[in-house]
């Protein structure tokens, strides 16, 4: 079995954890595996909002229907899913590309046209849809990290958004929380789970090969 299927195997998602620090090294590690996803069209449209302070946690605790890895964890990651594209934001993503590959400037101005027609057409709420699909896949791409980093984690959809963009003032950013992550060590003698079975779908089930 390859490391990353060794891993996969390993992670499930933390009932309780321990409150030990995870170490920067290993945090930066995760961290970077986001940076690194895979977006449409290569926006990035979301924030990792990076939660440590003891206190701020125990404030989304409440929003967070009182998971308590919220706060038995040692970061929260919200994925805060952008509610708006504007041309500027493409304009910058543009620039970037120029700079990194040595491209010339305005080359891709067809493409950037194309961006900026296609989200000036969408609702604030079609644009947080479509960022908060971009982001899950941040959010998968964080777990197989912190699996391969032997750092538990814990995603959650079970909270109540409108609190948690209250709590971080994501509204006013024109942002949204999409999903949380906590970030932690496992509590083997407080979790259940820590010896239950991975139970998951037969590959006959779960693959069609046409």
């Not at 090294?25 to 003891?54: C, H, M, W, Y």
């Not at 982001?135 to 750092?151: H, N, P, S, W």
């Not at 609190?163 to 509204?171: A, F, K, N, P, T």
Request: hydrophobic letters at 40%; glycine letters at 6%.
């Amino acid at each position: 079995m390859n490391t990353t299927l060794t891993s996969l195997n390993w992670r499930y998602a933390a009932k309780r954890m321990n409150g030990k620090q995870v170490p920067s090294a290993k945090l930066e590690n995760i961290l970077e595996s986001i940076r690194l996803t895979a977006t449409s069209n290569g926006l990035q449209p979301f924030t990792v909002l990076v939660i440590e302070d003891k206190k701020t946690r125990e404030e989304l605790f409440t929003a967070a229907v009182k998971q308590p890895q919220v706060v038995e964890g040692s970061h929260l990651l919200v994925f805060a899913a952008w509610k708006r594209i504007s041309a500027e934001q493409i304009d910058s993503y543009f620039n970037m590309v120029y700079e990194e590959r040595g491209l010339e400037k305005g080359s891709l101005d067809q493409y950037a046209n194309f961006l900026k027609r296609n989200f000036a057409g969408q609702t604030e709420d079609q644009i947080f849809n479509w960022a908060s699909k971009q982001a899950y896949i941040a959010l998968g791409t964080a777990l197989v990290a912190a699996a391969e980093e032997k750092v538990d984690s814990t995603p959650m959809e079970g909270f109540n958004p409108d609190e948690v963009d209250r709590i971080l003032g994501l509204s006013e950013k024109g942002m949204g929380a999409s999903s949380l992550l906590a970030l932690g060590f496992r509590d083997e003698a407080a979790d259940h789970m820590v010896t239950a079975k991975k139970v998951r779908r037969p590959k006959e089930g779960l693959f069609v090969r046409i």
